[in-house]
């Protein structure tokens, strides 16, 4: 059954339909979270929330969207929500894109949980490229869409990506050598 | 008193005491469902619950019986034909009951009963029962009752219900499929022909998707 | 696929190596999903948003033209006490249930704007045309809500006391014991 038609029984009131689509994407999901957050913890806290909002609004989901589209874009503002709250908590105020994108990603510093390479990397990524690049190269979204999810342009999502690329390449290519 | 006497006095006594006791069983039976007694005239009324009463002795729920009843009262029906139709409702009830087996919930049952008295052979329902021993059959028989009403030949739409159960199709997209069918006949496409091709696309598209055309099951 | 594209895809090979999710943290976030559908906010808000954005089956020809049917079937949980403790909320509306049968509340809807009244009758209620009115929004729809069983249920409309409609949106029911066609709906089902 489609996701549309999924939505559909969702919105008729059916909760079960809509955990039908939780079971569809919540293991993608949890993924792209721990790997944005760097722990368990976060990442769950942040999908409770994101999922119990897409059920919130879904009567503004329209059959045009892809519905795994729109439920990332819910999911990345949760985990922008956390890792802001994490933020604040350390006397830091985000208020927008830009600031955000001035932010070290230094916030999984005692809290992750993940410690492979790839994570060590992603954690010093700031966390504007992490995002591009995990929706690209993890969760193999295309540009248009990435730009419906983010509200940022396609070649400034593209310079993200490329960033991020450049930066994390000798920070892994240093780990095999010393691995 | 004299022995012909004493006779004559215990064989009334006799008679007296059966009649007690024929009243006392009379009395200790179930009284009618208070509903009917409420709804229906007391002769209706009566015959209603005799009705009922010998269905539940075979086992058969008896609250959609009653229903019935009240149905038709609510219809404002003859009573003749209020008591024809509880009659045909149990003996539909029955019938479901033996091919859906024991275990059957009662909205299975009654689902049955309602397809069994839209022309759906028991075989059908059988075999339904076999596609999925353990699954609730109550939106399969839901569906393939819905077909059949709209003037889906019988075989096509068992055919179509029998084939979905066997692809194991979700209840919702069975539903959603009887919702297609009821769209294409009344834009004019015959049932049969609505049947078999909407049919033909289940299984499909059950895979995370792009956007699906315009519609959906809305319409 | 350019060679920078080639190394980050290698490295990017791991990403899926994140452990899997808790069941419990999924069993959760089920439990509050479901307590969410029962603490929806503003219902008719959600009415009216349901049948603005979704396309109503035509109005029935001729005479009866009056009345369209659209059901919507809200299904409220009457939460009840679980094996993990949690604590029974019954929804609004569900007073005097029996604690041992999940009962669902379900939404009828009827877009009948030149009616002057209507009322549902089924087999939840004994088919009684006085046990549950429906009450008129604004825009013409009427609504009601019932709490019923789980299971197959058969109803059909009432407009203005003596006009029975049948539900355009639901299953027809074969039952046509007394010339009137009933609606079908199914509560509480699930796919196998």
Sequence with gaps: MTDAALVAQARAGDVEAFGHLVDRYYDDCTRFARRMLGNRHDAEDALQEAFVNAYQALARYHERDAFRGWLYRIVLNECRRLAARRWRNERRLVHDDVTLERLPGREENGAADLRDQLQTSLARLEPLLREALLLKYGEGFEYTEMARMTGASIPALKMRVKRARDQMRPWLEEMEENA | ?219 | MTEGDHDIARHMAAYTEVGPPSPEARQRLMAKLRRESVRRPSLLARLREATTSWTVSPLLSGATALAVGVVLGWVLHDARTSANGGSATPGPGVAGVSSTHEVRLVQFVLLAPKASRVAVVGDFNDWDPSATPLARLQGGSWVAAIPVSPGRHVYSFIVDGDRWVSDPASPLAPEDDFGIRNSVIVVGQEST
């Design chain 2, 1 to 219: 008193m004299s022995a012909r006497s004493w006779r004559a006095a215990c064989g009334a006594a006799f008679a007296l005491a059966a009649a007690l006791a024929w009243l006392a069983s009379a009395v200790s039976a179930a009284p009618i469902d208070k509903r009917l007694v409420e709804r229906l005239d007391p002769t209706t009324a009566e015959e209603v619950w005799k009705v009922v009463e010998a269905a539940e002795a075979q086992g058969v729920p008896t609250d959609p019986l009653i229903v019935t009843a009240l149905e038709g009262a609510s219809k404002h029906a003859r009573p003749e034909r209020i008591v024809a139709a509880v009659r045909e409702r149990s003996a539909a009830l029955l019938a479901a009951k033996e091919v859906l087996g024991p275990e059957s919930t009662p909205g299975e049952i009654a689902a049955a009963a309602g397809a069994l008295m839209s022309g759906v052979p028991r075989d059908t329902l059988a075999r339904l029962r076999q596609e999925r021993p353990k699954g609730s059959l109550l939106v399969p028989l839901v569906v393939l009752a819905d077909l059949v009403t709209r003037q889906v030949p019988i075989e096509t739409a068992s055919m179509a219900v029998l084939h979905a159960s066997r692809l194991g199709t979700r209840d919702a997209d069975l539903l959603r499929l009887r919702s297609r069918v009821e769209g294409d006949i009344r834009r004019g496409v015959s049932p049969a022909a609505a049947t078999i091709a909407r049919l033909q696309t289940l299984g499909l598209g059950d895979a995370p998707a792009p956007p699906t055309s315009p519609g959906g099951s809305h319409r």
